[in-house]
């Protein structure tokens, strides 16, 4: 009897667990299928009469698709920068003990974004680079870098280190063993790496709120197109809020084993 108390009370709590992740966005789901008079309505409304309007607000009558495809843009490349420079420096720390250098890129992380976003300003606005992807794309790889730096250098920890002693004997490089065998072994660090970063960088608002401007605003600014002094289009926001979501979610539901997977090994010699 105490197992199946147990048992119970597990489930019970994993279902807790479940509803306080989950609700926040069902009950955005379901609010982007009301009409504002539903959705202010006191008590809230459980049975209404579904409708589109909102999503057609958001892609007919905004310009989402421009902001999507700037995100997209911003994104990829910010993602892409960070693993060209993050997995031979993640590599480095994990070989050559760079504790410094992993502190520098872990205090990088932690600082508040507002701090660097006057240097940003200053410096694109005398180089003339406000509202450029170049702007943006440097300023999301503050963000994405120590992502990588610090999940591919644990999971890089984990690797044998047999394996590149067998192929240096064999005359191998840093270089090509690097390339030819340690990145390889390293497919689901990477994936996860990589995943984290693009959602962090997609999801960014500061950056992209102060350096980004008409031609290259992304989709967490495309929700102030909702809001105005007077009144807040509360359908239109959890509309748009649904659709910038939908891709990260997508994206992680894809790679949801390699990200547990590639955690999990990165914490073995935590």
């Known amino acids: 009897m105490k197992a199946v108390g147990l048992r119970i009370l597990f489930y019970l709590a994993v279902v807790l667990l479940a509803l306080i992740v989950l609700l926040p966005f069902l009950w955005m789901l379901i609010s982007s299928l009301k009409t504002q008079i539903d959705i202010v309505a006191w008590p809230p409304k459980f049975i209404f009469s579904p409708t589109l309007q909102n999503y057609y607000k958001v892609f007919g009558e905004q310009d989402f698709i421009r ?27 994990a070989r050559f003990s760079q504790r410094r250098l992993a502190m520098v890129i872990l205090l990088a992380r932690l600082m508040p974004g507002i701090s660097f976003l006057m240097p940003w300003y200053i410096i694109f606005s005398r180089l003339g680079l406000m509202d450029s992807y170049v702007a943006l794309v440097l300023s999301h790889v503050l963000i994405t870098l120590p992502i990588v730096v610090w999940i591919m250098s644990s999971y890089f920890e984990t690797i044998p280190l047999e394996l590149e002693e067998s192929a240096m004997v064999d005359g191998a490089s ?54 105005s002094y007077a009144d807040i289009d509360w359908g239109g926001v959890m509309a748009a809020s649904v659709a910038i979501m939908a891709p990260a979610l997508v994206l992680t539901m894809i790679f949801q084993r390699y990200v547990v997977s590639g955690l999990t090994m990165g914490a073995v010699k935590g």
């Open 67 to 93: 902001y999507f495809i700037n995100s997209t843009i911003v994104a990829v490349f910010a993602v892409g920068v960070s693993l060209l420079l993050g997995l031979p420096a993640a590599y480095s720390i």
């Open 174 to 227: 840093r270089h090509y063993i690097f390339l030819k065998i340690i990145l390889p072994l390293s497919g689901p660090g990477i994936i996860t790496a990589t995943t984290l970063s693009f959602i962090f960088s997609w999801n960014n608002f500061l950056f992209s709120q102060v350096l980004s401007m008409e031609k290259t605003r992304t989709l967490p600014i495309a929700v102030f197109n909702f809001l």
